[in-house]
């Protein structure tokens, strides 16, 4: 046997429970991973809490639970060509990451994903890229960023938040990153100018930016995406992840499956040439994924949560 978090019924943490299940084996043309770390995103506590975001992604119950994890292969099956028992993997599978063992097609299916973890990377680290890490890309390259732009980026401390203002500096952009008072030093620190969200968000801006804004990304609601408008940023210059199929004014909705080819190794490159950082707020061992997953739903998390197994 082994151990797998299953959600039999919609709701909050409360529905998570770490079960025993009968162990998997690859097939042909599969791996199979011994998984080490989890890093937890928005998305796997919404499918949980919401039956609309789960149909979405062709999630039923009963289900696992996350999708972005890190690991070692232990198993390759006849035909799985690329992969060797002892290959340190991280990748992406919605709703079932959160297990001991993952079997993984390979090549990998859309929207799986798996690759090498490069030297000099830990597994808890690799296990907060995909998600995070290919959406930031995809929000930025849909607006079209590049050096000598001041972006607004909303939600800057959270998950995917710390992945765009990085992203954002190393194009050479100016990054004003909306946030909690208390996070301020932290997104000094990553580069970015702090400003508080919630009511006359615009009116700090433009004191912070007397210069204007050029672009915008709303990786939380549509708060953001609103004041770019207000402040005259065009709609196909403003991008959010969040805010659902139409978003406010013409907007640019987009997410992870929209990234470019190589995004995710261009974000590996940087953090070996230490031109990037990813911050992790906290670690649980999986027996505590409630207490992992209440912490991130309050959204006062800087950083990314993994789960250690």
């Given at each position: 046997?082994?151990?797998?978090?299953?959600?039999?019924?919609?709701?909050?943490?409360?529905?998570?429970?770490?079960?025993?299940?009968?162990?998997?084996?690859?097939?042909?043309?599969?791996?199979r991973?011994?998984?080490?770390?989890?890093?937890?995103?928005?998305?796997?506590w919404?499918?949980?809490?919401?039956?609309?975001?789960?149909?979405?992604?062709?999630?039923?119950?009963?289900?696992?639970?996350?999708?972005?994890f890190?690991?070692?292969?232990?198993?390759?099956?006849?035909?799985?060509?690329?992969?060797?028992?002892?290959?340190?993997?991280?990748?992406?599978?919605?709703?079932?990451?959160?297990?001991?063992?993952?079997?993984?097609?390979?090549?990998?299916?859309?929207?799986?994903?798996?690759?090498?973890t490069p030297?000099?990377?830990?597994?808890?680290?690799a296990?907060?890229?995909?998600?995070?890490?290919?959406?930031?890309?995809?929000?930025?390259?849909?607006?079209?960023?590049?050096?000598?732009?001041?972006?607004?980026?909303?939600?800057?401390?959270?998950g995917?938040?710390?992945?765009?203002?990085?992203?954002?500096?190393?194009?050479?952009a100016?990054?004003?990153?909306?946030?909690?008072?208390?996070?301020?030093?932290?997104?000094?620190?990553?580069?970015?100018?702090?400003?508080?969200?919630?009511?006359?968000?615009?009116?700090?801006?433009?004191?912070?930016?007397?210069?204007?804004?050029?672009?915008?990304?709303?990786?939380?609601?549509?708060?953001?995406?609103?004041?770019?408008?207000?402040?005259?940023?065009?709609?196909?210059?403003?991008s959010?992840?969040?805010?659902?199929?139409?978003?406010?004014?013409?907007?640019?909705?987009?997410?992870?499956?929209?990234?470019?080819p190589?995004?995710?190794?261009?974000?590996?490159?940087?953090?070996?040439?230490?031109?990037?950082?990813?911050?992790?707020a906290?670690?649980?061992?999986?027996?505590?994924?409630?207490?992992?997953?209440?912490?991130?739903?309050?959204?006062?998390?800087?950083?990314?949560?993994?789960?250690?197994?």
């Amino acid at each position: 046997m082994s151990r797998a978090v299953i959600y039999e019924t919609f709701g909050g943490p409360e529905v998570l429970e770490l079960r025993d299940v009968p162990e998997p084996h690859a097939g042909p043309g599969e791996v199979r991973v011994r998984v080490t770390a989890v890093g937890l995103n928005p998305m796997d506590w919404l499918l949980a809490a919401r039956p609309e975001a789960a149909a979405r992604f062709g999630v039923t119950l009963p289900s696992g639970f996350g999708s972005d994890f890190a690991g070692v292969v232990d198993e390759v099956g006849d035909g799985a060509a690329g992969f060797a028992v002892g290959d340190r993997v991280h990748g992406g599978t919605v709703g079932r990451a959160a297990a001991d063992f993952l079997v993984v097609t390979v090549p990998a299916r859309t929207p799986e994903m798996l690759s090498r973890t490069p030297e000099g990377i830990g597994d808890e680290v690799a296990s907060t890229l995909p998600v995070a890490g290919l959406s930031a890309s995809a929000a930025l390259a849909a607006i079209g960023l590049r050096s000598g732009d001041t972006v607004l980026i909303g939600g800057a401390a959270g998950g995917v938040g710390v992945f765009a203002v990085q992203l954002a500096r190393l194009a050479g952009a100016t990054v004003i990153g909306t946030a909690s008072e208390g996070t301020f030093g932290f997104l000094r620190g990553l580069g970015a100018e702090p400003v508080a969200y919630g009511p006359g968000l615009a009116d700090r801006v433009r004191a912070l930016a007397p210069g204007g804004l050029t672009a915008a990304t709303d990786l939380f609601g549509t708060e953001t995406a609103e004041a770019a408008l207000a402040l005259g940023v065009p709609p196909e210059r403003i991008s959010t992840i969040a805010a659902g199929p139409n978003p406010p004014g013409g907007t640019r909705p987009t997410g992870g499956f929209d990234a470019r080819p190589g995004a995710l190794e261009r974000i590996t490159d940087a953090i070996l040439a230490g031109e990037m950082t990813v911050p992790i707020a906290a670690t649980f061992p999986i027996e505590k994924i409630r207490d992992a997953v209440a912490l991130q739903a309050g959204r006062h998390v800087h950083g990314k949560i993994v789960i250690t197994l």
